[in-house]
């Protein structure tokens, strides 16, 4: 271990590589990734938003159960910069950032200088590393906590009596604060203690001289840690419920990705043992199958990365009874143990710990040569001549691990188009496009409607304020918004029902990629004639048609329902709610359309209820159309028909009843 002074040009190479994982870390902010996901939003206006209104927690239960630090903090980063993609993701990004000093800090100081250096150059362009510095999610702030953490204790563990009087009764509180803040910051932190136990029991087999140093050390770390933490597990257990187990709930996300422990315990273990199967083989077979995260199915490294990695942790092997490398392989251990037992497999969020020690393993072989090296110097005299070789074995390593991820993380993961679909690649599209055509200020746009994902997504990524957007799902509705010169704009996906964008054929103007803008003048006939009624809260249906004819025993119907928003909205307030929801919240939709097919006697026959728009985008003037089916069975009672028409709560139940008092209108009386 090099303990002596940082000379100038090692100082000068940390800042560079410093620098450099911050420039690939800001850069191209709103090109990778292509969009906003729903976790990250859930984690900005849910969670996050809880904060910025003024309602801080010490644990959140919604999104089946969220640690506050990153949240809390990510409240005072949002406003320096913006609701924008730098600064949604900027807290990611700086933690990210400050991984690569705090990883060559711990391996200098564990292994060597070289280790400590190659360790962090090999994660300033790695794949798995940019992935989670760039989204807004926390679990790139975990490890720059676990690793002061880890620091604080490997030099009071090697180094003890070197440091001062005051450093040493210092040290385990620093410890203590890192490990208690990474607890505060996302669940897998909670192997940390279950490492430094480890550890020290490993000593107390291998080395008791040295444990009877550190014994009291770490029982201090874990003793000021349990004392900050006390608050969050109250806060937890507290928030903890039997609907847990279905996903809601304080430590619900548990619950929800243990299947191969379920299957185990129901006398299964094939599910586990291929779970061990999958992520044992992460580093060089099959990584990650979700794109969200990875390119589906890619290792962590390739072929030179994978040698590197595995030749570090035969080296550990052979050398288990030197601490260091014990450390690092029951580092590696807790850290990918996660992955072992819960879905999906060698899945790169839940296995975020055991980054550091991956790299500092991969680095591990080149070090020990450049150190073996160095250390024949002295005695052979032609060793100068190996030196151009050991440059060309570096560059040959870091190269290769480099481009590989470079390539993969920049270019090939965003192309693919289930990555752009899941980050909502269309609404960023939609976004550019609308900024810049100012001319278009009334706008209905297509879309999926999960929850307010859709719309918030949108509303991130533009940046005009005069730009008034309704949305709806064009494979049920079709919004013509109130304006002088209202837009429609299909976003790729969902395809709109194809009679729906007949309407528009009137004037389409295609944009470009699957961005489709249509025009039409304000004076677009509707369909009609049929029931009418005005709502009291504001909504009127103008018309119904049948445009395949009437329901019939045997075939499937269709209606058409036409509405128009006679003044603003009454609607009950829709906040954002994190999905899954805490328990006891509703965070469904305020508003929806039933329609209920009866026989002439009075029987049921079929219903299609819900409201294929967002009410809560919706502006006066503006008019949609809505598309229910009725599937009628062969057997049912012949006509006439009836068909029941109103609006109601879904979260309540209640009706809204029309200006006449009357709670359903009727078509087929």
């Known amino acids: 271990m090099n303990r002596s002074r940082l000379p100038l ?39 996050t938003g809880e904060v910025l209104s003024g309602h801080p927690t010490l644990y959140f239960t919604g999104a089946s159960g969220h640690e506050p630090l990153y949240h809390t903090l990510h409240a005072g980063a949002l406003p320096l910069v913006g609701m924008n993609p730098l600064g949604g993701h900027l807290l990611s990004i700086a933690c990210g ?83 208690a803040a990474a607890l505060y910051t996302y669940t897998v932190a909670r192997l940390l203690p279950l490492i430094l136990l480890t550890f020290g029991l490993y000593l107390a087999l291998v080395h008791r001289d040295r444990f009877r140093r550190w014994w009291r050390f ?21 928030g903890r419920s039997e609907a847990a187990a279905q996903g809601i709930g304080a430590d619900a996300r548990i619950a929800e990705l243990s299947g191969p422990l379920r299957e185990l315990q129901g006398g299964d273990l094939g599910p586990l043992i ?67 037992i819960t879905l999906p497999p060698s899945s790169l969020g839940h296995t975020i710990l055991a980054q550091p020690a991956v ?35 570096m560059v040959a390593s870091l190269v290769p691990v480099a481009a590989r991820d470079l390539h993969d993380y920049f270019i090939a993961w965003p192309a693919r188009g289930m990555v752009r679909f899941l980050y909502r690649e269309d609404y960023r599209e939609a976004a550019r496009y609308l900024d810049d055509h100012p001319e278009v200020i009334d706008v209905a746009v297509g879309s999926t409607l999960v929850g307010p994902w859709d719309r918030l997504a949108l509303e991130n990524d533009l940046r005009r304020e005069d730009l008034r957007a309704r949305l709806f799902n064009p494979e049920r509705a079709l919004l013509l918004p109130a304006g002088p010169a209202p837009a429609v704009l299909f976003i790729g996906f969902p395809e709109p029902d194809p009679a729906l964008a007949a309407l528009l054929e009137v004037s389409p103007v295609q944009t470009k990629g699957r961005l489709k ?52 909205l009454d609607l009950p307030p829709v906040p954002v709610v994190a999905n899954p929801p805490p328990p006891g919240v509703y965070a469904g939709p305020r508003l929806a359309v039933f329609t209920h097919l009866f026989a002439a006697d009075g029987t049921f026959l079929v219903g299609d209820d819900g409201l294929w728009v967002d009410p809560t985008t919706l502006r006066p003037g503006d008019r949609f159309i809505q598309i229910h089916r009725f599937s009628v069975l062969a057997d049912a009672p012949p006509g006439p028909y009836r068909l029941e028409i109103g609006l109601y709560d879904p979260m309540t139940g209640e009706r809204w009843r029309t200006a006449e008092g009357v709670d359903r209108v009727g078509w087929g009386e």
Not at 228 to 238: D, F, M, N, Y
């Open 9 to 47: 040009w090692e100082w000068a190479l940390v800042v560079s590589l410093v620098l450099a994982a911050w420039a690939l870390r800001v850069w191209q902010p709103a090109q990778v990734p292509p969009g906003w996901r729903d976790d990250e939003l859930i984690n900005i206006h849910a969670l």
């Open 359 to 393: 790299y500092l393993l991969m680095a591990l072989p080149l070090a020990e040569l450049r150190s073996r090296i160095r250390d024949l110097r002295p005695r052979i005299r032609n060793l100068e001549s190996a030196l151009p070789l050991l440059a060309i074995v």
């Open 97 to 179: 950032t400050l991984t690569i000093p705090l990883t060559y800090a711990l391996g200098r100081r564990l292994l060597s200088r070289s280790a400590g250096l190659l360790a962090a150059t090999f994660l300033t362009s790695s794949f798995w590393s940019l992935m989670y510095s760039r989204i807004a999610l926390r679990h790139a702030m975990v490890l720059p906590f676990a690793l002061a953490a880890l620091y604080g204790m490997w030099r009071s563990s090697f180094i003890g009596n070197r440091l001062s009087r005051i450093a040493n009764r210092l040290l385990p509180v620093g410890c203590g604060l890192s490990l």
């Open 274 to 340: 291929e779970n061990a199967r999958t992520t044992l083989g992460m580093f060089h077979a099959t990584g990650d199958p979700e794109w969200l995260y990875n390119l589906s199915g890619r290792p962590v490294f390739g072929p030179v990365g994978a040698a590197l990695f595995f030749a570090g942790l035969a080296f550990c092997f052979c050398r288990f009874r030197r601490p260091e490398y014990a450390f690092l392989l029951i580092w590696l251990a807790f850290g990918i143990s996660p992955a072992l």
């Open 218 to 238: 770490l029982l201090a770390v874990l003793l000021v840690a349990a004392a900050l933490t006390a608050p969050l597990w109250v806060a937890i257990a507290r």
């Open 517 to 568: 803008l249509y025009r039409f003048p304000v004076d677009l006939p509707l369909p009609g004639p049929g029931p009418t009624a005005t709502f009291a809260n504001g909504l009127e249906l103008t018309g119904l048609i049948w445009p395949d004819g009437e329901p019939a025993p045997g075939r499937e119907a269709t209606a058409w329902l036409v509405w128009r928003l006679a003044r603003t």
